[in-house]
């Protein structure tokens, strides 16, 4: 079974549109995080959430709303699309109980390849 | 600024060589060094992850080797297949006041292994 799945793998929608970007990790992990992959395929981190709370929210539109209902899910809403949010994002997970173990393995989704015309 | 950069950009081989992948880092404070290997269409694998304190790991024909001092890291696949042919991204982690890691990714290598 897939330990991490984000759905839908894509999304294609005209500038304007809200959406939604879930994800769920059955391996019992307590922190799960977003990244955001460009067309040059640098990976950049989104936001990090530990047992439901936010940990890290990098420098990122507040059209993007993460929402996590339970441990084992975090969705991710984007608000009123621009062209610029093309591209790959990706859902991962780690065990990190505190939130600081320091070699901490994170385990990433398939990503969901977001496409705004 | 926290910056991670890996060289070459792309690097093809024939199967069954050897390579090796280079990264260079600017974070601090250093907390750890990963090596995720990323296929097309897939989210990324770990393959090794390094404290200040460790030199060298191996996973599999993957070893990857650590000089904090100078702040490089070099990834060393031996005997490449076919299989190996992805995206190898330098990971590096800075340790947050109040504990808790921020990651740093770099741009990637593209390997591509042919016959």
């Known amino acids: 079974d897939t330990a991490v799945s984000q759905t839908p793998k894509y999304l294609v929608t005209q500038m304007g549109n809200d959406k939604s970007i879930k994800c769920e990790q059955n391996?019992?992990?307590?922190?799960m995080y977003w990244y955001k992959q460009d067309s040059k395929k640098f990976l950049k981190i989104m936001f990090s959430?530990?047992?439901?709370?936010?940990?890290i929210n990098e420098t990122v539109p507040n059209r993007f709303s993460p929402k996590s209902p339970d441990k084992a899910h975090l969705n991710l809403h984007i608000n009123s699309l621009e062209l610029g949010d093309s591209a790959v994002y990706f859902c991962a997970s780690s065990q990190d109980r505190s939130g600081r173990t320091i070699t901490d393995t994170q385990y990433f989704g398939p990503g969901t390849r977001l496409t705004v015309l | 600024k926290n910056q991670v950069e890996q060289s070459p950009q792309s690097l093809i081989i024939l199967e069954g060589k050897n390579c090796t992948l280079q990264?260079?880092?600017?974070?601090?404070?250093?907390?750890?060094l990963r090596w995720y290997k990323q296929d097309t269409g897939r989210g990324p694998v770990s393959l090794t992850i390094?404290?200040?304190?460790?030199n060298t790991k191996s996973n599999g024909r993957y070893t990857a080797t650590l000089d904090a001092d100078t702040k490089q890291s070099s990834l060393h696949i031996t005997a490449s297949q076919l299989s190996d042919s992805a995206s190898y991204i330098c990971v590096v982690s800075a340790r947050l006041t109040g504990g808790g890691n921020k990651l740093t990714f770099g741009t990637g290598t593209q390997l591509k292994v042919e016959l």
């Open positions: 959430y530990n047992n439901k709370e936010l940990i």
């Open positions: 990264c260079n880092y600017t974070v601090s404070p250093f907390s750890n």
């Open positions: 391996l019992g992990h307590d922190t």
């Open positions: 390094m404290t200040f304190s460790e």
